[in-house]
């Protein structure tokens, strides 16, 4: 069998899930891929904050894009550190996602870190109560070979290439994706490039090299937030002015991205 071809970066994660195929896209410390719709991944580094674990589990949340049964690449060899917060929202989101997990997760193949990490990833694996066929190892050759024999090294080589690229994206970039999140998207182009230290040039010539605009990246941290606010019980109206937005705006904003209304996406998030 043909290897895999080389995957396209997403600038959101309904951009990927539009389309899972050979595509991967950045959740803070880590990225998210797809080969197809049959096998997803994901691979994280460093020391995973709150936030970064909140971004990940929102595109956990999308597998209802991916085929009935798919297997999922667990992939932490590079994690550094385990942040007690992250962690707890993580086992929380697993719990709770438990039934889909076990119905739609034909195989898990954990990737451990070596030292400490390690050892407390494989610690919690009883408390998960996760069922399911699972191959924990150390070794990411090993693993990716696990779930396809045929081309598993293959598929390990485009995904360290993915993993290159995200960790390559300029500072400002991501300081700026973050900063937006933490403003709610509610931020003009002046003031973001203050906050993040750096001049509106530089933070406009970085923009054109990652080939995004800062308008396309205010609209992605709203539309992360609108996802987030539609899970709750707020009135769509109240949804849209926590974002600045009028009704309408928070429907184009939507719609954009999805296809959806903003109360068609609610009830698809919440079903």
């Not at 045929?150 to 400002?172: F, N, S, T, W």
């Not at 937006?180 to 040039?201: C, F, M, N, P, W």
Request: with cysteine; charged share 25%; hydrophobic share 45%.
């Amino acid at each position: 069998m043909a290897g895999p071809g080389t995957f396209r970066c997403c600038a959101s994660r309904d951009e990927l899930f539009r389309d899972p195929q050979r595509s991967w896209v950045l959740f803070g410390s880590g990225v998210f891929w797809c080969l197809d719709p049959t096998l997803c991944g994901f691979v994280v580094w460093g020391r995973p904050s709150l936030d970064d674990t909140r971004a990940f589990t929102r595109i956990l949340d999308g597998y209802e894009h991916l085929a009935p049964r798919f297997d999922l690449v667990q992939d932490g060899r590079l994690i550094e550190a385990i942040d007690a917060d992250a962690l707890t929202h993580l086992l929380a989101w697993l719990r709770g996602n438990a039934g889909m997990i076990d119905e739609r997760v034909a195989r898990r193949i954990a990737i451990l870190p070596v030292g400490a990490p390690g050892l407390t990833l494989l610690g919690i694996q009883p408390l998960l109560e996760l069922g399911g066929p699972l191959t924990i190892v150390t070794d990411a050759s090993e693993g990716y070979r696990a779930v396809r024999p045929e081309d598993g090294d293959a598929v390990l080589a485009k995904v360290d290439l993915a993993v290159h690229a995200a960790r390559a994206m300029p500072a400002p970039l991501l300081a700026l994706r973050a900063a937006l999140a933490a403003a709610q998207g509610d931020l003009e182009l002046a003031e973001a490039a203050r906050r993040i230290g750096v001049s509106i040039r530089t933070l406009q010539r970085v923009l054109t090299q990652a080939g995004v605009t800062f308008r396309s990246e205010q609209a992605d941290a709203r539309f992360r937030l609108a996802e987030e606010l539609l899970q709750g019980d707020d009135k769509v109206v109240s949804v849209a002015a926590r974002l600045g937005l009028s009704e309408d705006g928070l429907t184009k904003l939507v719609r954009a991205r999805t296809g959806l209304t903003p109360g068609e996406l609610r009830r698809r998030r919440t079903e």
